[in-house]
């Protein structure tokens, strides 16, 4: 069992070449999960918006993934550093499964559906010309990722934002070689 003192002396958060590393400093909990929040946040939503169909959710499953995020944290248990974004997605992603079964939220959205999605999630503060260059570039895959199936999709973006295999397998719940072949069939759909 840890003290208050020990508690209290949670790792930080840095992100350096899109990694997250944390470092021992002592820190109080509400700074320690400002620090994940304003460095999670975005990928997260945008995991949660473009994966689960709906923008407006995804930003309250977002805010309660921090949530969960601190209450954790102050029950004093601890997340080792490595592990703190795959724990963030994970919880993320069975939040949006919990919704599912109340609400369902997450459904598979057609080719159009999934554009829309895609075109609403928000670019991280970028200037309406790169923006507009952005969307040029990566017309093809948007095209190229509406014909995934719903795990596919989910498999390729948490690949993208730079998940191993097993963390992806244990964020969706399923196996590592599932992860491989969700993988494999997505970027064959997406070569053609």
């Given at each position: 069992?840890?003290t208050k003192t020990?508690a209290?002396?949670?790792?930080?958060?840095?992100a350096?070449?899109?990694l997250?590393?944390?470092?021992?400093?002592?820190?109080?909990?509400?700074?320690?999960?400002i620090r994940a929040y304003?460095?999670?946040r975005t990928p997260?939503?945008q995991?949660?918006?473009?994966?689960f169909?709906?923008?407006v959710?995804?930003e309250?499953?977002?805010q309660?993934?921090?949530?969960r995020?601190?209450?954790?944290?102050a029950?004093?248990k601890?997340?080792a550093g490595d592990?703190?974004r795959s724990?963030?997605?994970r919880v993320?992603?069975?939040?949006?499964i919990?919704q599912t079964?109340?609400?369902k939220f997450?459904?598979?959205?057609?080719?159009?559906?999934?554009?829309a999605?895609?075109?609403?999630?928000p670019d991280?503060?970028?200037?309406?010309?790169?923006?507009?260059?952005?969307?040029e570039?990566f017309?093809?895959?948007?095209?190229?990722l509406?014909?995934?199936s719903?795990?596919?999709?989910r498999?390729?973006h948490?690949?993208?934002?730079?998940?191993?295999y097993?963390?992806?397998?244990e964020i969706l719940?399923?196996?590592?070689?599932?992860v491989?072949?969700f993988?494999r069939r997505?970027?064959?759909k997406?070569?053609?």
């Open positions: 069992m840890r020990e209290s002396t949670q790792a930080t958060i840095t350096q070449s899109s997250l590393f944390l470092t021992q400093e002592p820190m109080d909990l509400e700074q320690n999960v304003e460095t999670l997260v939503y995991y949660l918006a473009a994966t169909g709906d923008p959710e995804a309250d499953l977002a309660e993934t921090f949530l995020l601190y209450v954790y944290w029950s004093g601890t997340i592990r703190l724990w963030i997605f993320a992603h069975n939040l949006a919990d079964r109340s609400t997450i459904q598979d959205l057609a080719s159009e559906e999934y554009r999605v895609v075109l609403q999630v991280g503060g970028r200037d309406p010309e790169e923006t507009l260059l952005d969307r570039r017309s093809a895959v948007r095209n190229g509406a014909l995934l719903g795990q596919e999709r498999c390729l948490l690949r993208a934002e730079g998940f191993c097993r963390e992806i397998a719940n399923i196996t590592s070689s599932s491989a072949e993988l997505a970027m064959r997406m070569a053609r």
